[in-house]
C-alpha cells in the first residue's frame, strides 16, 4: 500500500517534473532576460530582517521571477562605499537614495536613472518628489518611499507618576521640565550631544520649524530672503540652550545609543525623538510611551512639524536588469508596500497618496500631526548644503556647542550664516 | 704552472656567461617589486596625480595644476580646517611621544631588571592591547569613561573623588588628549617591546664596568644605557611619527568623521576621509582628497627626512 502510493506520488511527481521542465524550457527563451536577481543597496541594516522577511517575500508573491537582494552598510558609511562600488562598476541594481543632494549628485554624475516613466510615480505630490528631483523638478531619479517625523517622545508612567500633561506650548514644557527637574528622580531631557547630529537634528531642526514657520521659513532662507541671524533661527537656538540644564550627567559625552538606553531604561522623562525610534522603544521599553508634537511659542499658534523626506529607491544606471528594478519600484509605489512599510516599521511614514493603516498607537499619532499641522523638511537639506562650508554639518557643530554652552545662540547663528553667506549667492549681499 | 693555465682556461670559459644579464636577480625581485609597485608606487603616484584635477558635477575630471593645494592652504573655509587638523595631529603625536614613548621607556626598564618575576607575563599584558581592533578599544573606552553607566565615574566616586570625573570625551578642552591617551594606552605595547630588546643587548660588562667605576643607577642609566639604546629611540620616534600623522581610525570609532565637539579632536586622517568620502550630506571630492592626501605625504615626507638627515647621521650605532 504504501509502496503503492509512494510509487503512484513518484509517477505524477515525475510527470509534474517532465511537464514543469517543458514549460521551464519554453519559457526559458521568453524568460531570460527577466528571472533576474535584483540587488538592493541601502544603509538601513537594522531593517535587513523587515526587508528579507516580510517585504521580499510579499514581492515575490506578485514576481515569484525576480529574485530581491537586500544588501545594507552601516549608515555612516553607505555614501562612501556606494560612491567606491558605482566607481568600480561593482554596485547593486537598486540603490537606497539619500535625500536632496547625496543622490541628485549620483544621478548628474549618470550612477541613477530616470524614473518618471515608471509606473507608479503618479502615486506621489510633488513634494514628496522634491527631495529626489532635480532642481527644476522635471525628472525624478527615485521613488520615494518614506518619511520621518519629529517629535517628543515621553515616558507615561513618569507623566502619571509626577501628574504631569504633555505640554503644548513652550511655557508648559518648560514648567513641565521644572517639575521633573525638582522632582530629582528621573533625567527631564534624555539627549546627548557627543554625536553632534543629535543637537542638530532631534533638537534644532524638531522645534525649529514652529520659530520658523516650517516651509515658509525654509523657502525664505534658500531664496535669501531670510537669515540664520533673524530673530527665528536665534529663537529656535536659545530654546536649545535653555535644555542644558534639564539633561543628564555628562550629557556631553553622552552618544545616541547611550540617549536610547537612559529613555528606554525609565531613567528619562522625556526624549526629542525621530519617528524612527517608536519601534526600538516598542522593543526595549517595558512602560507605556506617548508622544506630544513640538511645543509652540504661543497658545493658538499653527503648528508646525518636521515630516523629513527621507528615503527612497532608484535604479542604477548601469544595472543589467532595469526592467526588473523598474517593477520592483512599480510595487513599491503600490499601497500594498506602503502597508507592509508602515506597520513592520512604524516610524517610517510611506509618502504615497494612498491611505494607510498605521496600527502603532505612539506611531499612528506622529503620522496624526500631519493633518493638525504643517509639514516642512529639515532646513539644511535642499540647496543650503552644496558649498563648503557644508551647511549641515555646520548645523551640527553649532547646535552641540549651543547646549554644550562653548557658544552663544547669536554666535551659532552668525556661524552658521556667515558659512553660507561665503558661498552662496542669495546671501552673498 | 699547468694549474694555473688550466685554471685560468677555465674562468675565460666562464666568464662571458657571467657578464650576461643576471637574469636571477631580476626573478629574485619580481615579486616583491611588481606587488609593491601594483598596491604602493601605483597608487601612491596617482593619488598625486589625481590631486592635479578637478571633477564637475558630472565627474568629468579636467586638469587644474596646484589649484587645489591653492584653495587647500589660501581658501579659508578649507585651510582653516587644514591647520585645525594639523595642530591637533602635532599635539597628538606629541602626547604620543612624550607619554606613550616615555612609559614604553620605563616599563622597558622596569622589565629589564635582573631579578623582576614573572616579567613575561606583564611583556604579554602590555602588549595585548596593540593586538586587538581599534573598534573595541573604542567602544571599551567609551563605555568605562562613560558618565551614565561607566565604571570610571562610580570608581572615582568610591574613593571620594567623584566631583573630578567629567565627560572627558565631550569637552572641547579634554577631548583630544582623552582619545590621544586612549591610542597611548593601546599602542604603549611596541615602543616597550623595541626598547627592551635594545635594553637585553647592551652587554653586561658596560654596566658592570660602570657600577665598579662608581656609577648609581641613575648614572648608568643616564650615561651607559641612553646613549647605548638611543637609536632604537629614534627608531620608535619615526615610527611613531608616520602613524600618528597616519592615524584615523581611533578616532573615527570614537569620535565619528565630523571629530567633534568642534573640530576639537579632528586629525588629518579624519579631515582627509570627509574630504574625499563626504559627509552626511557634504558630497566628497575625490580630488580635494586627493589633495589632502599628497598634502599629508608631504607632511610625513618633511618629518621623516628632517630626522634622517638630522637626527639619524648624528647617532653613533654601537655594536658589540
Known sequence: MKNLHSKAFRRRAGQLLATASVVAAALAFANAASAQTLTIESWRNDDADVWNTKIIPAFNKKHPNIKVQFKADPPTEYNAALNARLAGGTAGDLITCRPFDASLDLFKKGNLASVNDVKGIENFSDVAKSAWSTDDGKTTFCMPMASVIHGFVYNKEIFDELKLTPPKTVAEFHAVLDKIKTDGKYTPIAMGTADQWEAATMGFQNIGVNYWKGEEGRKALIEGKQKFTDKPYVDAFKELASWASYMGDGYKSQKYPDTQNLFTLGRAAIYPAGSWDVPIFRKQADFEFDAFAPPVVNAGDKCYISDHTDIAIGINAKSKNVEAAKTFLSWVASPEFAEIYANELPGFFPLSKAKVDVKDPVAAKFVGWRGTCESSIRNSYQILSRGTPNLENELWNVSAQVVNGSMKPEEAAKKAQDGLASWYEPHKK | ?320
Open chain 2, 1 to 320: 704552472m699547468t694549474d694555473l693555465t688550466a685554471s685560468h682556461v677555465q674562468s675565460t670559459d666562464v666568464v662571458p656567461a657571467r657578464s650576461r644579464f643576471p637574469i636571477h636577480i631580476v626573478v629574485f625581485l619580481a615579486p616583491a617589486l611588481a606587488i609593491y609597485t601594483l598596491f604602493s608606487i601605483y597608487p601612491l603616484v596617482d593619488t598625486i596625480r589625481l590631486s592635479l584635477y578637478t571633477g564637475d558635477e558630472t565627474g568629468a575630471r579636467s586638469f587644474v595644476g596646484l589649484q587645489n593645494f591653492s584653495t587647500l592652504l589660501t581658501d579659508p573655509n578649507w585651510s582653516g580646517q587644514f591647520w585645525n587638523a594639523f595642530t591637533n595631529n602635532l599635539i597628538f603625536f606629541a602626547i604620543h611621544m612624550v607619554v606613550q614613548n616615555g612609559i614604553g621607556l620605563g616599563l622597558a626598564m622596569l622589565l629589564s631588571l635582573p631579578r623582576l618575576t614573572g616579567g613575561s607575563v606583564y611583556r604579554t599584558l602590555i602588549f595585548l592591547p596593540t593586538m586587538l581592533s581599534v573598534v573595541i578599544i573604542g567602544f571599551i573606552w567609551q563605555l568605562m569613561l562613560n558618565p551614565l553607566w561607566g565604571i570610571a565615574p562610580s570608581l572615582l566616586k568610591a574613593v571620594g573623588l567623584g566631583s573630578l570625573f567629567g565627560p572627558w570625551l565631550g569637552q572641547e578642552s579634554t577631548a583630544l588628549l582623552t582619545v590621544s591617551l586612549i591610542s597611548v594606552w593601546q599602542f604603549v605595547g611596541i615602543p616597550m617591546m623595541l626598547i627592551y630588546a635594545a635594553l637585553l643587548n647592551i652587554p653586561d660588562d658596560l654596566l658592570d664596568a660602570a657600577t665598579v667605576d662608581g656609577a648609581g643607577p641613575f648614572s648608568v642609566f643616564w650615561f651607559v644605557r641612553l646613549p647605548l639604546i638611543l637609536p632604537t629611540l629614534g627608531v620608535v620616534s619615526i615610527l611613531t611619527f608616520v602613524a600618528n600623522f597616519n592615524a584615523f581610525d581611533l578616532i573615527y570609532a570614537i569620535k565619528g568623521a565630523l571629530a567633534g565637539p568642534n573640530f576639537s579632536t579632528d586629525i588629518l586622517g579624519t579631515f582627509f576621509y570627509r574630504t574625499f568620502f563626504g559627509f552626511q550630506l557634504q558630497v566628497g571630492s575625490p580630488t580635494m582628497g586627493a589633495a589632502v592626501a599628497t598634502a599629508m605625504l608631504v607632511i610625513i615626507l618633511i618629518g621623516v627626512l628632517i630626522y634622517l638627515f638630522g637626527v639619524q647621521r648624528r647617532l653613533q650605532r654601537h655594536t658589540f
